[in-house]
């Protein structure tokens, strides 16, 4: 027989001087993600094709849905251009003899996102 025992503090109501700490470092966050990045998009997964997703990252926010095409020139919120560049699947690669080594999970990009003002005068002229 297991027991666990679980922290009070873990389940309790947060208090007014935590609400207003997270509450302002939410407002932060939010004010940092508006700013807007122009950039390429480049959808690893399927070249060629497009990406589209739903999202609301803040409470009280609509739901806003983002249709972007690969290769296309656009300015995104930078909280978007952050999310776009943490897409991942995860590729498990079995080993050779199951009963004696560990599967290798690897994580591959499906998207990228890179800002213009990253790339250099001579990559620009090209696109």
């Not at 094709?49 to 739901?63: A, C, K, L, V």
């Not at 990228?112 to 250099?120: G, I």
Request: aromatic share 8%; charged share 30%; hydrophobic share 40%.
């Amino acid at each position: 027989m297991e027991i666990k025992e679980i922290s009070k503090r873990k389940f309790a109501p947060a208090s007014e001087s935590e609400r207003a700490k997270s509450k302002a470092l939410m407002e932060k966050m939010r004010k940092d993600g508006e700013k807007m990045v122009k950039g390429i998009f480049e959808f690893v997964d399927a070249q060629g094709g497009w990406f589209d997703f739903s999202f609301r990252i803040f409470p009280g926010e609509p739901i806003r849905t983002i249709k972007i095409i690969h290769g296309e020139i656009c300015d995104v919120p930078m909280i978007i251009a952050r999310h776009l560049n943490n897409v991942y699947r995860k590729v498990r690669m079995l080993p050779e003899n199951a009963d004696k080594g560990k599967s290798a999970v690897t994580r591959v990009s499906r998207t990228k996102f890179t800002p213009l003002d990253m790339l250099s005068d001579n990559i620009l002229a090209a696109i």
